[in-house]
Each structure stands twice: as structure tokens, then as C-alpha cells.
């Protein structure tokens, strides 16, 4: 529904604001609360996520040994199964049925990834409310008269698994433990604006719906109510990066397309580990590695090596390092041909002891 270059969020011109105040008719926002209908209730479809019988299938099919798997399976299906969507947003925007959005696979940002991910997931038998949020920065803004004409929030999604409720963000493959269905303020820097089966079920049929309720809850919610929340999160997606420097990355753009491999450099390692979930990783380094990406390198992995130096360990690559959250094998070699050769190898083999060689 709304996208960022940086995080999952929709962005919408306010070119449409005006038109909201002419409709004279905007139906009342209508929320919810998870816990004011029995657990079993969440199972049931709305008006808009009605599932195909299509669709049945691929929730029986996809579902997995745990609840956390089947979420992982069919929020993975619905990522890489899209179309790149074109045209206006503003004449689909919570307009079509999931089953449609299915169909099509043109979805419009994070509400129709939402509505197709909640259809499968209740047809897969786990109870499921969609979450209507803001941006809480963007509030600020607008109640400061800085926001723009941006409008800035999200779809959730709460799945109730045999741990409880958690809460799913609908386009990242993210999953947050421990979460509290009665609390307002949600992860990533955004707060709750309504709840239901579905968009319909919330009174929102139409772009300009959307961004009424959103300036209405701007204006009658107190920004002291905003608060960080922070909760055990699971990266749903295992993901393979490729670790290497910045010339090398390049040419691993341009050979390696379509290939789920993300680039970094050894100066981001930190970050990636930090943000990684049973991650695999290669490590593709030129042997005149920079003094500065060499530290940066063994500072993260050094203590894992059991190797006083990183020249210490270079001698002895192909080497397979199995770090705390990750597993990563790492290569030094003299040519950028070898490095790319090695990055096809690991593209469509999992990274263990046995392939690192």
C-alpha cells in the first residue's frame, strides 16, 4: 500500500486532501479490538478478503511444521510472487479484494500485501486481524505543520500462533514476539489506527477515506501518548549476502540478477549481524583488502576465528566461520573473476561446512 525507498511505509501526495472535505460523505472509521471477539472469530474472512479456492490451496500447501513457519511460507510466497505495479494508486487504493489482488498480483503497496497475506493466513488456519497504523514521525510533523504533503503509514498484520498473538509487518519479513494486541503504539515507529478483518470492514473503501481518518487521528491524539516499544523480533527470511568491497559489489550486481543476494561491505557486518535471524553469508575479499575494511572485518568475526590476526586467518580460506545468528564462509583470492565464479557457486547452494571448500 504505502512504500519508502527505507522502510515499508506508503507514501501519498496530499493533492487528494482537499477533495476529501468536497465528498461531504466519509463513512465512520471502525475499529476492532482484538481481544472484543473470541480468538476463533479471526478466522472468519471479511467482504475483501474473501480467499479463492486457488488460494485455499496454496495455504494448505504452504503450511509448515510450526506456526512461525507457515507465517514465513506464505509471507515469502506473497513477496516474490508480484508484479511491479503501474498507474495510479489513487484509483485502486483499498479498492480491491484480496482475491483479485491474488489474481493480478499487482499490489499497490503495503495494504494490498496485507489484505493477500491475511487471506492466507486465515485460510491456513491461523487467526489473523489487519492493522491500520501512522507513521508517528509524520504525525509529529503534521500536528507542526512541517509534514508536507506526504502521508505516512503502514499495514500489520496480528496472527495468533500457539505462542499468543504476534505482530507481522506486511511487507518486510519481520515478526515481533511478546506483542501486547492492546497496545497502541507498535514497532518501527508507528501507532494504531484501526483494526478489522479488512479495509472494507474498517470503513475504508477509497483513497480519500484513508487519509480523512489518518488527519482525524492526528487531531485527537495527544503526542504524549507516542512511546517506543521495543519487542523480541524474528527475521522471517533466511537471506544470503554476499559480504564484499564496493567495486567487486558492482560487477556482482550486474552478473548475479534475480539471484536473492543482498550486498554489503565488511564496514556493515555489524549491522547486517545485528539485524540477521539464521542469516548465510559469503565473504568475497580481494587480497589488497584496504587496511580500514580489513579492521572492520576482523572486528566483527575475529573472535570467532580463534586467529590472532586476519592475515592469520586469509591463509587459511576457504574457511567456514559459524557465528552467533549466521553462518559464513569466506574467500580471499587474487581476481575478481575467481570472487564472481565463487558468488554463482553459493547462489543456489545453502552455506555449511561442506560447501565452504
Known amino acids: 500500500m504505502w512504500s519508502n525507498q527505507k522502510l515499508p511505509m506508503w507514501g501519498i501526495t496530499g493533492a487528494f486532501v482537499g477533495a476529501v472535505v468536497a465528498t461531504g460523505c466519509i463513512p465512520p ?3 476492532r479490538p482484538t481481544k472484543s471477539l473470541p480468538t476463533a472469530a479471526w478466522l472468519k474472512p471479511g467482504k475483501q478478503t474473501r480467499p479463492s479456492a486457488a488460494m485455499r490451496r496454496l495455504a494448505r500447501k504452504l503450511r509448515g511444521a510450526s506456526d512461525v513457519e507457515t507465517i514465513a511460507n506464505l509471507h515469502t510466497w506473497v513477496r516474490k510472487n508480484r ?5 495510479s494508486k489513487r484509483r485502486v487504493l483499498r479498492r480491491r479484494t484480496a482475491a483479485e489482488l491474488f489474481e493480478s498480483r499487482t499490489y499497490s503497496g503495503c495494504g494490498d500485501h496485507g489484505l493477500v497475506l491475511a487471506t492466507l493466513l486465515r485460510a491456513a488456519g491461523l487467526p489473523t ?3 491500520s497504523s501512522v507513521q508517528k514521525d509524520w504525525a509529529r510533523d503534521k500536528t507542526m505543520g512541517t509534514a508536507g504533503r506526504r502521508y505516512m503509514g503502514h499495514v500489520f498484520l496480528e496472527v495468533y500462533t500457539a505462542g499468543g498473538w504476534v505482530l507481522v509487518d506486511s511487507t518486510k519479513p519481520l515478526l515481533w514476539k511478546k506483542y501486547d494486541p492492546e497496545e497502541r ?3 518501527r515507529g508507528y501507532y494504531l ?3 478489522g478483518y479488512d479495509s472494507w470492514d474498517m470503513g475504508i473503501t477509497r483513497q480519500r477515506h484513508l487519509l480523512f481518518h489518518m488527519d482525524n487521528l492526528v487531531e485527537n491524539t495527544p503526542l504524549s501518548r507516542f512511546r517506543d516499544v521495543t519487542l523480541p523480533q524474528i527475521r522471517l527470511a533466511k537471506r544470503l549476502v554476499v559480504i564484499t ?3 567487486i559489489a558492482r560487477r556482482l550486481k550486474w552478473h548475479l540478477r534475480g539471484v536473492p543476494i543482498k ?5 556493515s557486518l555489524q549491522d547486517w549481524l545485528s539485524d540477521c535471524t539464521k542469516c548465510e553469508a559469503v565473504a568475497l575479499l580481494p587480497t589488497d583488502l584496504s587496511r580500514r575494511l580489513v579492521k572492520a572485518f576482523f572486528r566483527v568475526v575475529g573472535e570467532y576465528t580463534r586467529l590472532p590476526s586476519l592475515e592469520g586467518l586469509v591463509k587459511s580460506t576457504p574457511r567456514y566461520l559459524a557465528l552467533p545468528k549466521a553462518r559464513l564462509c569466506l574467500y580471499v583470492r587474487d581476481t575478481t573473476e575467481e570472487l564472481l565464479r565463487l558468488a554463482r557457486k553459493h547462489a543456489q547452494r545453502p ?3 561442506d560447501t565452504c571448500r
Open 185 to 187: 503504539n507498535l514497532p
Open 29 to 31: 472509521l471502525r475499529s
Open 83 to 87: 508484479v511491479r505495479f503501474r498507474g
Open 193 to 195: 489506527m484501526s483494526k
Open 245 to 247: 568491497v564496493r567495486t
Open 351 to 353: 552455506i555449511n561446512a
Open 129 to 131: 486481524v489487519f492493522v
Open 263 to 267: 550486498v554489503y561491505e565488511p564496514g
